[in-house]
């Protein structure tokens, strides 16, 4: 007998079983939309050129020291004014509380396990449907999630009644997590009106909104509109968290750079609410790795090197809505039958293609094309090499 006989193996991943029914194929021309990670024309991963920019300038600092107090204080400034605003009072006022997170998954486990400690009896909300580890990170810190409706499956956008009527219908005590710009897995976001009319709800009802900003600027192509819910609810005098990651907009997916904010009072009440994520912080893994910081810190700071950065979130966000129109164009000129709209109205990384489990399995095994069950294409894996054969199969699997 072994100490672990009793340890059976855990539910897979259904990202990573994607990618690995994907590696196993030995067809050529096989597809790849399970990850929702950037790739090129050419269906490549891609270093933006900011970050070589930023390398070069950060080359000769001194990484053996454990992360300074000057670097992630510098870090969590620059991706608080990213989110909350350049010229915003919450930063003026220094009435953000920020420390650097193992990019968005640490973010919102760091606060989850905020939440937990300072009220154990809260709840968590989330939307039906959204990225499957919200579930599992606040069910592994205790803290039961409920969910609130989100998606229309035969409109194939925004239920936005009956995200009302969820909201309204919550018991009080809760945190309610929100995706402020292009939603995984569904594309589809609130518009700014149904932003104001969301935000003035959970004032009434004082629901503490965490917004989870995994693609800021891959809505719009442009990180200041993707803020756009965030500022609507700062403007009705919220107080909110934010878990930021810049694995996608910046292409730093290994690096783990990420940041959880929580808007205070005042500038006492931050330092308190920052001192007790640093403690939560130091007993998971102590201080977070450097190098990724400084990248982000850099980039986000120096005007040149952040101008590049702008440009290029803007070529990643128009190649995928070109992507987009091609598919959809491609699959109205294959003559389905079916309604294609929703490809180029939904938004960011992925498209919610309305595909059944049985249709997702034709496609991987007759034609090699492989997606999440729930049918979820990462348009960042079509090109313009690859999406006529993805348009004809769809079309083949789906009439
Ligand atoms: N939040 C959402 C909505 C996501 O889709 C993802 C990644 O897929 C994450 C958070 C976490 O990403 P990461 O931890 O790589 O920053």
């Known amino acids: ?36 990670a950037y790739r090129d024309d050419e269906g490549k991963p891609v270093v933006l050129q900011c970050v070589r ?9 001194n990484f053996l020291e454990s992360t300074s107090t000057a670097v992630s204080s510098k870090f969590v400034e620059e991706s608080a ?34 939440q937990k400690r300072f009220y154990p009896e809260s709840r968590i909300y989330l939307p039906d449907p959204t990225w499957s580890n919200h579930r599992n990170i606040w069910r592994d810190v205790h803290v039961p999630d409920r969910t609130f409706r989100y998606y229309h499956p035969d409109s194939k956008s925004l239920n936005f009644v009956a995200l009302m009527d969820d909201i309204k219908n919550a018991q009080m005590v809760l945190s309610s997590l929100l995706h402020p710009c292009a939603h995984n897995p569904t594309g589809v976001d609130p518009t700014n009106e149904q932003w104001r009319e969301i935000s003035s709800l959970f004032k009434a009802k004082n629901h503490f909104p965490f917004f989870d900003v995994a693609y800021q600027g891959f809505a719009s192509g442009d990180v200041e509109r993707d803020a756009r819910a965030i500022r609507i609810f700062l403007e009705d005098g919220h107080s909110i968290g934010c878990a930021q990651s810049f694995a996608k907009n ?3 997916y290994g690096h783990r750079v990420g940041c959880l904010s929580v808007l205070c009072n005042d500038k006492i009440q931050a330092m308190a609410i920052k ?16 190098h990724g910081i400084s990248l982000a810190s850099k980039i986000l700071s120096d005007p040149d090197i952040k101008a590049i950065w702008l440009k290029e979130v803007k070529v990643m966000a128009t190649r995928i809505h070109r992507m987009r129109a091609i598919l959809r164009e491609a699959l109205e000129r294959l003559g389905s039958p079916l309604n294609w709209q929703h490809i180029t109205n939904q938004v960011g990384m992925f498209c919610f293609s309305g595909l059944n489990r049985a249709e997702v399995y034709l496609l991987a095994k007759e034609f090699h094309i492989y997606m999440t069950p729930d049918g979820r294409i990462s348009m960042a894996g079509v090109t313009t090499k690859n999406v006529d054969y993805l348009a004809n199969s769809i079309h083949e699997v789906t009439t």
């Open 250 to 252: 910046m292409g730093l």
């Open 81 to 114: 004014k990213l989110i909350y605003g350049q010229d915003s009072n919450v930063i003026k006022e220094r009435r953000f509380a920020g420390i650097p997170a193992l990019s968005g998954t640490g973010a919102c486990r760091l606060f989850a396990e905020f």
């Open 53 to 61: 920019e930023a390398e070069g300038k950060i080359a000769a600092s």
């Open 275 to 290: 001192g007790q994520l640093q403690q939560i912080s130091n007993t998971m893994y102590g201080s977070p790795p450097i």
């Open 1 to 36: 007998r072994s100490w672990w006989d009793h340890v059976t193996p855990a539910p897979k991943d259904p990202i990573i079983a994607v990618t690995e029914a994907f590696l196993a194929d030995p067809f050529p021309y096989k597809i790849n939309l399970g990850v929702g």
